[in-house]
């Protein structure tokens, strides 16, 4: 079973950086697309930013200009650098794969908490 352990979580004052990492069990070099995830309080999960094998990145309108999502196939790691952080970034952050039809490929870790308080 596919592990997916995120870290890098914290609590950064509006305007602050923070950079998540993802670990996989498996190596990431066999899955097309990569993706981070974030879970708010009393909403529902959403995708913030996906990478392919061949390095095309998207990313959520919220969060265009400020994160930065990368993969290194060496460490079987997805990366998240979060800039200019808002308020309303304040979520749990997951990543997982991602099926052709959008829908994730593996079982949810345990995800990282990322706070953005003054």
């Known amino acids: 079973q596919v592990r997916l352990t995120e870290s890098g979580g914290g609590l950064v004052q509006p305007g602050g950086s923070l950079r998540l990492s993802c670990a996989a069990s498996v190596s990431i070099a066999s899955i097309n697309t990569m993706g981070w995830y974030r879970q708010a309080p009393g909403k529902q999960r959403e995708l913030v930013a996906t990478i392919t094998l061949g390095g095309s990145t998207n990313y959520d309108d919220s969060v265009k200009g400020r994160f930065t999502i990368s993969r290194d196939h060496a460490k079987n790691t997805v990366y998240l650098q979060m800039n200019s952080l808002k308020p309303e970034d304040t979520a749990v952050y997951y990543c997982?794969?991602?099926?052709?039809?959008?829908?994730?490929?593996?079982?949810w870790g345990q995800g990282t908490q990322v706070t953005v308080s003054s």
């Open positions: 997982n794969g991602q099926w052709s039809n959008g829908s994730p490929r593996f079982s």
